[in-house]
């Protein structure tokens, strides 16, 4: 999943790991420039390693998690 440039993960994401998700269940909340934009699964499945920590800023394209 890909998301803006500058923008700050916000929540715990790490919790996430292994977890079975739901298409549209959100897994991250993503502040940029105060706003706060939710990160909602594409898909049912199950949540990869995630590949950013809380407060890190993040480009546009990389990669912050996997659902599979």
Known sequence: LHES???FPTRRSS????QEVKKGQVL??????????EL???RD???GRIRVNNGESVEQKQTLLSVQ
């Open 40 to 42: 909602k699964s594409p």
């Open 5 to 7: 440039t500058h923008s």
């Open 15 to 18: 919790d996430l790991e292994g």
């Open 28 to 37: 991250l909340i993503l502040e940029s420039m105060k706003m706060q934009n």
């Open 45 to 47: 499945g199950i949540v």
